[in-house]
Antibody
Framework: QVQLQESGPGLVKPSQTLSLTCTVS??????????WTWIRQHPGKGLEWIGY???????YYNPSLKSRVTISVDTSKNEFSLKLSSVTAADTAVYYC??????????????WGQGALVTVSS | SSELTQDPAVSVALGQTVRITCQGD??????PSWYQQKPGQAPVLVIF???YRPSGIPDRFSGSSSGNTASLTITGAQAEDEADYYC????????????FGTGTKVTVL
């Protein structure tokens, strides 16, 4: 069974860098065909796709966040990470990691972590 | 990037049928996927492709799409179906972008 688990600081100061890690079990981050993905959800709001890294190393980011986001994969630890720089209160959200794959004509977010609340405050 | 628009809220009587719609221009290339999210929980995939359900999803959930509109239908809604539902699709511009719908709150009366 594939499982993902987010970890990282729950409180980040404004202007600093938010860093989260997603540990993957039951699957390999070096396997082909998967997009290792970050999504966030502002309190009481909808889902926002942040970006992903493909197993090949290619990265794609939401244009609205592209200048501040870095997603990387550490295959030796079977985990992937999110860094979001120059954070403000508007970056306070629950951050989810997920595995995305293509199936039957759709791109599906088939496995999700439980989510990590990150609050930006001084 | 494109947008996916959903009605903010719908209600359905216990045992009746409800349809949730998602409007956008993404569906020419990729089928949408649908997610159920209950309070305090991560979203769960319920429908993808032309009309496929992951293992463990009840067959009262079904999906369809035509033109610029995708639909998720719950036939015989149960109390445990009360949740937020989001559609998602890859942007068809070729820019490797993913878009979530605005979300629909389903209340089972």
């Amino acid at each position: 069974q594939v499982q993902l688990q987010e970890s990282g600081p729950g409180l980040v100061k404004p202007s600093q860098t938010l860093s989260l890690t997603c540990t993957v079990s039951g699957a390999s981050t070096s396997s082909g065909g998967y997009y290792w993905t970050w999504i966030r959800q502002h309190p009481g709001k909808g889902l926002e796709w942040i970006g992903y890294m493909y197993y090949s190393g290619s990265t794609y980011y939401n244009p609205s966040l592209k200048s501040r986001v870095t997603i990387s994969v550490d295959t030796s630890k079977n985990e992937f990470s999110l860094k979001l720089s120059s954070v403000t209160a508007a970056d306070t959200a629950v951050y989810y990691c997920a595995r995305v794959t293509r199936s039957s004509g759709s791109y599906i977010f088939e496995y999700w972590g439980q989510g990590a609340l990150v609050t930006v405050s001084s | 990037s494109s947008e996916l628009t959903q009605d903010p809220a719908v209600s359905v009587a216990l045992g009746q049928t409800v349809r949730i719609t998602c409007q956008g221009d993404n569906f020419r290339t990729y089928y949408p996927s649908w997610y159920q999210q209950k309070p305090g929980q991560a979203p769960v995939l319920v429908i993808f492709g032309q009309n496929y359900r992951p293992s463990g999803i009840p067959d009262r959930f079904s999906g369809s799409s035509s033109g610029n509109t995708a639909s998720l239908t719950i036939t015989g809604a149960q109390a445990e179906d009360e949740a937020d539902y989001y559609c998602n699709s890859r942007d068809n511009s070729g820019d490797h972008l993913y878009v979530f719908g605005t979300g629909t709150k389903v209340t089972v009366l």
